[in-house]
């Protein structure tokens, strides 16, 4: 499998909670290398641009708000098939159905509340990398 490189947050719910460290050992131990991360307060400008593929979702205002709540940490993790990796790594969206041992099975709080972003795609990797970082801030 390639080497590739996916987007990844930590949601508020998670940093309030103060998991960060809980959220990376996972994805370390799980073969991801995080080669670009920064912790930000989201702006409702970003939240919805980053979050418009839901826009006509009725969960998306309350999604929103969640995202710009409190801050986030936001990175690019980088690894074998990185992409699918993350979403295994991850859990299922919904907490209730996440495997055992995966970040949202143990951490998450809610459908909503469910502590890890991760990109779903190739092309949509790229697009999230894109919207948060600069070539220059991916340093490896
Ligand atoms: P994922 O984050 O697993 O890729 P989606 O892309 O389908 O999931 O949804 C984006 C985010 O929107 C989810 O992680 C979750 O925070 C929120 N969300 C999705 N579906 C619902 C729902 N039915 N109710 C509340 N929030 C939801
Ligand atoms: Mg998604």
Redesign the pocket.
């Known amino acids: 499998m390639a080497i590739e490189r996916t987007f990844s947050i930590i949601?508020p719910d998670a940093v309030r909670r103060n998991l960060i460290g809980k959220i990376l050992t996972k994805f370390e131990d799980g073969g991801l290398r995080p080669i670009a991360l920064k912790k930000i307060q989201m702006t409702r400008a970003q939240a919805e641009g980053f979050?418009s593929?839901?826009k006509d979702?009725?969960?998306y205002g309350?999604?929103v708000d969640?995202m710009i709540a409190s801050p986030v940490i936001i990175q690019v993790l980088e690894g074998e098939g990185a992409i699918l990796r993350n979403?295994e790594i991850?859990g299922?969206?919904?907490p209730a159905n996440a495997a055992e041992g995966t970040i949202r099975k143990e951490f998450a709080l809610?459908?909503?509340?469910?502590s890890v972003?991760?990109s779903?795609a190739p092309e949509t990797a790229a697009e999230e990398i894109r919207f948060f970082f600069s070539d220059d801030e991916l340093v490896g």
């Open positions: 949601k979050y593929v839901h979702r009725p969960f309350e999604l969640q979403r991850m299922a969206t919904n809610s459908m909503g509340e469910n972003h991760g779903d």
